[in-house]
């Protein structure tokens, strides 16, 4: 909260830049992030309280709880509060004096960021801006997002980890952002005064929930409630963000070895953000970004056994943000049931079960599903996708009032989104053909696992999360092989989806029939109805549609 940034200034600086959709987008960024920034020039004095929570029951024992407690007059005068199990402070800024009062030695990253991205969503600067800038843009059902990479190396390896900032369409508000030290997903929005402020923010990993519960105009405080020059004040604790070779120059202790896994790269690179306290201990390590998940909980414990020499400026130690990157190899166990690539199962998949996937003729397929629609009946929803070639089709399916178009001719991509149950209609084409698109595949994020569908023996492919019991995620992604190469299951979005009733159709083994449920409880038949080779005679224009060309879609699917 140390600083606030002067939008209109980094608003003026796009008049310099060439003009076009680009700085349209980042225009609308930089006002999302203004419309919602609390801690800026200008915003009146306010008084705020939030509290924090795991987001997941999963995460109940992570100890991640706490309040945030802010009381705020200007960028230059505020005082603030935050309290966790094992961490509480008091902070006060008035002009240049800062005075803390501390209970514990080391203040908790996940804690600075969340109090942080409650007033300051997106912590504006040069650099980032110009990361934004250069940003790839993608456009999806409702949103905008914008995404980029941050590099990080030991000196003798690199690895990537993702960045990005995303608004709603509708409103032009955030949506979400991330980035080397901050982070969030911005909900619940409510107005205050000329600013509409998240209500809601979702942090890190294990993720965090803020809410805030009180949000006022600050009235009258009492004496003495600024005042940063009082003689009982504790020496601040600071978190420098530092990148990874300067973090490494005072790394004293490290033991490196790795397991041998059942699947995935022998050989690769892993990188995680850490936390370490004044002691030179590493306190806290994010999410690994890794070549093969497998090698992810030897590098936590070799991570955390780590240790530094204090990290000293200007003679005070501070606490540092900063990256691990490490290299591995190592081997097979004796005896492991040796699994191909996920990108072989899935491109076999994809070439065995879909006529769209293989070197087939057009076609034109039908099919009818029923469920329930966000008005509470069960309807009868249809389907169609005339295909002829990769770059010439067109997929299509209405229920009730709904209706939903995509379509590819040539170079240009087009779809159309109507109706109430439009997410229902993108889940369909989903079904239809769920193996994910190699230009949105990440190897290391998947995972095998032999298993039985019924009495088939097969290839379970899975990324996500799954329990000890064996309980998937709701944002897991699975999908079941059979020995034969052909996809018979398939699960997401917490609904399981098994695919039946196969019938040779040119050299796809086509499955007619597949039965959604969600625990257990049917929510969605689907049933192709016919499928035959496309006319000669399609019209041209049937694979475009007038006024609603897109980006290319850079999503799970295909299609």
């Known amino acids: ?44 004095p306010f008084h705020l309280k939030a509290t924090l929570a795991p987001s997941s029951e999963r995460d109940k024992d992570s100890g991640r709880t706490g309040e945030v407690e ?150 009258v405080v009492q004496g003495g ?51 370490i306290d004044r002691a030179g201990k590493v306190r806290e390590i994010g999410t690994i970004v890794s070549d093969n998940p497998a090698m992810n909980g030897a590098a936590h414990e070799q991570i955390a056994a780590m240790r530094f020499k204090p990290f000293v400026i200007d003679g005070v130690a501070v606490q540092v943000l900063s990256r691990i990157t490490l290299a591995f190899k190592t081997a097979r166990p004796t005896g492991t049931e040796a699994f191909e690539s996920a990108r072989n199962y899935f491109e076999r998949g994809r070439q065995l079960d879909f006529p769209s996937g293989g070197a087939g003729f057009p076609y034109m397929l039908k099919a009818e599903f029923q469920a329930r629609s966000s008005a509470g009946s069960v309807d009868t929803g249809h389907y169609g996708d005339l295909w002829v070639a990769a770059d010439k089709w067109r997929r299509e399916a209405t229920f009730g009032s709904s209706h939903l178009v995509r379509a590819r001719n040539g170079s240009k991509l087009y779809e159309q989104v109507d109706g109430p149950d439009a997410q229902l209609l993108l889940l369909v084409f989903r079904l239809m053909e769920p193996i994910p698109a190699m230009d949105s595949f990440v190897e290391s994020d998947w995972r095998m696992q032999s298993g039985m569908v019924g009495d088939r023996k097969t290839i379970r492919v899975l990324s996500g999360y799954e329990s000890s019991e064996g309980k998937l995620d709701p944002e897991a992604r699975g999908f079941w092989f059979d ?18 009733e196969f019938v040779n159709y040119q050299n796809a083994h086509l499955a007619r029939r597949i039965d959604v449920s969600h625990d257990a409880a049917a929510v969605m038949h689907i049933r192709v109805t016919d499928i035959a080779g496309a006319s000669d005679s399609v019209p041209k224009n049937a694979f475009e549609i007038k006024g609603h060309e897109v980006n290319k879609q850079f999503t799970s699917e295909a299609r």
């Not at 250069?134 to 059902?141: I, S």
């Not at 600024?226 to 420098?240: C, L, Q, W």
Request: with cysteine; proline share 5%; charged share 25%.
């Open 70 to 219: 802010i009381w705020w007059r200007s960028p230059d005068q505020w005082r603030r509060e935050v309290r966790s199990p094992e961490f509480h402070q008091v902070q006060i800024v008035n002009g240049s004096k800062i005075w803390q009062k501390d209970e514990g030695d080391y203040f908790p990253e996940w804690l600075r960021e969340t109090a942080d991205a409650i007033v300051r969503p997106v912590p504006m600067s040069d650099d980032l801006l110009a990361q934004i800038r250069g940003a790839e843009v993608r456009h999806e059902t409702g949103g905008t997002y914008l995404a980029w990479t941050i590099a990080s190396s030991n000196g003798q390896v690199q690895k990537t980890m993702g960045a990005g900032v995303s608004i709603r369409d509708d409103s032009g508000l955030l949506l979400s952002a991330g980035g080397f030290g901050w982070s969030g997903e911005f909900e619940d929005y409510a107005k205050f005064h000329k600013l509409t402020v998240a209500r809601t923010v979702n942090v890190g990993s294990p993720q965090v929930t803020a809410k805030i519960v009180l949000l006022e105009d600050l009235s």
């Open 1 to 44: 909260m140390r600083k606030s940034w002067a939008f209109l200034l980094l608003l003026c600086t796009l008049a310099c830049a060439p003009q076009g959709r680009a700085e349209d987008t980042v225009k609308r960024i930089l006002k999302a992030v203004e419309q919602c920034t609390l801690d800026q020039r200008g915003t009146p």
């Open 483 to 500: 020995t034969n190469g052909n996809l018979v299951k398939t699960y997401g979005a917490g609904m399981e989806a098994l695919r039946s």
């Open 225 to 275: 409630w600024f005042d940063a020059s009082a003689p009982d004040g504790d020496e601040p604790i600071n978190t420098v963000l530092m990148n990874e070779l300067t973090t490494r120059e005072n790394l004293v202790a490290q033991n490196i070895s790795w397991p041998m896994p059942k699947d995935g790269p022998l050989e690769g690179v892993l990188t995680t953000e850490v936390s």
